[in-house]
């Protein structure tokens, strides 16, 4: 059983910046199989990054060119590099498998129970 602990989270500054972190333990072949979602009160959580069978990174618009998707096999860890924060990215974030993908999208459906997330508050 595949488990996976988010880290990294706090309060930040608009501007600013954080580095999210997602250990795997368990049975997990490839880090590329984990994606990063987050979810803002009275929203649907949604895919903010993942990484394609292809191995492109793909983002939602709204964190486009702000933040990266990285990770270390030898670490078993997934890393999610945010920066220039805005306010609209307070939420808690999550890591987590995708049901699928495919060589040009991430699934927003995942296949594990959700862990307690990571959260992420920017605000002056």
């Known amino acids: 059983q595949v488990q996976l602990v988010e880290s990294g989270g706090g309060l930040v500054q608009p501007g600013g910046s954080l580095r999210l972190s997602c250990v795997a333990s368990g049975s997990i072949f490839r880090i590329e199989t984990i994606a990063w979602y987050r979810q803002t009160p009275g929203k649907q959580r949604e895919l903010v990054a993942g990484i394609t069978t292809g191995g492109t990174p793909i983002y939602s618009d709204s964190v486009k060119g702000r933040f990266t998707i990285s990770g270390d096999n030898a670490k078993n860890t997934v890393y999610l590099q945010m920066n220039r924060l805005k306010p609209e990215d307070t939420a808690v974030y999550y890591c987590?498998?995708?049901?699928?993908?495919?060589?040009?999208?991430?699934?927003?459906?995942?296949?594990?129970?959700w862990g307690q997330g990571t959260q992420v508050t920017v605000s002056s």
């Open positions: 987590n498998i995708p049901r699928f993908r495919t060589s040009s999208t991430v699934s927003d459906r995942v296949t594990l129970d």
